[in-house]
């Protein structure tokens, strides 16, 4: 496949970055990291942790109370939120396929609003690699599984060749099955790209298995950044550690169920 | 029959095309609201409260509101702005459809799956990208099903533009109801029936071809109406020929007059066009703003409602008050008295009168209190009345306003003891009536006189395309013509009526 040579994604840094809500609910409360180019970072935490807001301040979908995110070495504040996302990829739970439009007009919107019209090879290309058959193209979302869905939210996402991917629990509403063949593809599409892939999630064995570094968020706060290896080990701390305890515990439990 | 069905093209056109103006005005500015309501919940209230507000209001009572409103708005912009005809019924119509196309816009916009807005911004659509590529078509169906709610109450309720002198198809419901000539009605109720469910069908398929994506099927159904907007805009082509428009009252005897001047205007060469069934407080109004080129009036209405006399002299100084009035004050040309009166006479039935001894109006004073009034539709709100009021002291145990052809069958029947007969009317004679003496002079003569509007004041031809009708007409004669198209058998058209009396009178021209 003819990818760019520019097969390197774009670094993240938050820094002192918070959301307060005008009740006085705080989101996200000063949070400041780096996220290296070419990582793939998983954040993990219960619902209402700040997770999603945390990622959606990165392409302004939200905007931080106070703080600031930087691409590269871009704070996002400098580009006009429409012009900031037709240069990341976005894919989220409820997926958001454009009923009216064919699968095909769908992967290739961000192409048409870049004003490109010939885009038949690019989305046959795009297609390719979330596994979907090219006369998928005609079809509409109403006519495709939720998997197929989701893997034609993830071409769209692609197709302006992004550096970031942003994936706001993008298996969520898949079934086991589905969300275990789609993680794969979307880590194999990472790391043949090269891009920088930040993925929210509350399931810690989907973060651990997909990801090279997982961030746990607990109201607001990172309170565990690790590889996969070390909160594996038990290095985590201790809310990392009841996170992990549970795919532990199951797969403990699966083992015994097989030795017997 | 066919008669009735040969005025059905003209008013056809005429409410096609208001009724699709109304409907394109409405349609803008409901596209505006929607647009803005998206944006601010308060405005989307505000929006849905005001036009919900405005579906409540009659569309009758919508359309007749306007009429003051231009007038007051006539006084800060000038003259240019017709207060008459298309203009307030546009503006009326067009508030009227506003409701279901901005109701349907706003909840379709409500509706709209979050998922797909999100998305939307995720792949980096500017808010008028979104709404173009995303939210319009998305919402369309929904969008078009409220247009064609719209088209159905605005065809119907575009009927009721006749009262304010825009021509419709009303005109053969209105004149129908007035000369109790139920072929008319049908046939206007018919036409404008199948016009609405004609519309509503083919922006149904226009919605279903929005919905299924076939394209052809949406255009094809909006390029037959729009194939007839084009062929109701024909007729309004220039023809070369002068128009000129002729009003009338909502009674037979002022569209007898209304078809003899335009038979003799017609004979001139010029176009003519009626407008039917307007109010005495808007058919003046309507001639000297010249929406209007010259219609009947009565010199005792003139005097007491336009004037605000309340002295009753004879009616010779009536007619000559009236002409120095309406040409200084107004620029208004009276060409002279018709020849007729057409006062207001109070009658009873003639054995009831002659039982009771009641032979003037003072000999009511004492029986009135058992007794019932029924008038026409305007009377009990004219100066006349109060003037009856003041000389005779009169209280009636009950006064209640008819339709002319009404307030005739109450009398008969009983429900009404006096009525305010029309003198010129057949119907006295026909029904033994006893007309009353106005003992006391509390009512002026009503001289049937002919205005013309102030564009016409030095027009020498178009007065004497007229002249001929003046002092012409005597009252027993325009007695008959009425009665002709007021009696209940036999009935004949207004224009029957009007060639019948040319050919008695001389007047064919």
Known sequence: ?260 | MSAAWSRVPDLLAQHLLLSFSALLVGLLVSLGLIIWSARSATVARIALGFASLVQTIPSLALLALFYPILLWMRSIVGDGLPALGFLPSLLALSLYAILPILRNGVTGLANLDPAVREAADGVGMTPRQRLLMVEAPLVAPVLMAGIRTSAVWVIGAATLSTTVGQPSLGDLIFTGLQTQNWTLVLAGCIASALFALGVDALLGLAEHGIRVRRRWMAFGSLGVLLAGVLIALVPMLPTGQKTVVIGAKGFSEQFILARMIGHRLEAQGYHVEYREGLGSAVVFGALTSNDIDVYVDYSGTVWTNYMHREDVPPRPEIVEGVRQWAASQHGVTMLGALGFENTYAFAMRGDDAARRGITRISDLRAVAPEMALGTDLEFLERPEWAAVERAYRLKFRDARPYNPTFMYRAIASGKADVITAFSSDGRIAAQHLKVLEDDRGAIPGYDAILLIAPKHADDAAFATALKPLIGAIPVDAMRQANYMVDREADKKSPEFAARWLEDRLGLTP
């Open chain 1, 1 to 260: 496949m003819p990818e760019p040579a520019r097969s390197l994604g774009q670094s993240v840094a938050f820094d002192r970055l918070s959301k307060t809500y005008p009740g006085g609910t705080t989101a996200v409360g000063s949070v400041t990291l780096e996220i290296a180019a070419g990582s793939f970072v998983a954040l993990v935490g219960a619902s209402g942790s700040g997770k999603s807001t945390l990622l959606k301040m990165i392409n302004r979908l939200i905007d931080p109370s106070d703080g600031m995110v930087t691409i590269g070495d871009t704070p996002v504040g400098d580009t006009p939120p429409y012009a900031l996302r037709r240069r990341i990829g976005y894919v989220f739970q409820n997926i958001g396929l454009f009923p009216h439009m064919t699968v095909g007009e769908n992967v290739a919107i961000g192409l048409r609003l870049r004003g490109e019209s010939d885009t038949g090879d690019r989305v046959a290309e795009l297609l390719d690699l979330v596994e979907l058959p090219a006369d998928f193209a005609g079809r509409m979302p109403e006519q495709l599984s939720g998997g197929q869905r989701q893997r034609v939210g993830v071409a769209r996402a692609l197709a302006t060749r992004p550096g970031l991917m942003l994936m706001d629990e993008p298996f969520g509403a898949l079934d086991p099955v589905t969300r275990d063949s789609l993680g794969n593809a979307i880590r194999a599409i990472h790391d043949r790209l090269g891009l920088t892939t930040i993925m929210v999630t509350h399931d810690m064995a989907e973060a651990l298995l997909l990801a090279d570094r997982v961030l746990v968020m607990s109201a607001g706060q990172i309170v565990a950044d690790a590889t996969p290896q070390e909160l594996v080990a038990g290095k985590g701390g201790e809310e990392a550690d009841a996170l992990v305890a549970i795919p532990r515990e199951q797969a403990h439990r699966l083992a015994a169920l097989e030795g017997k």
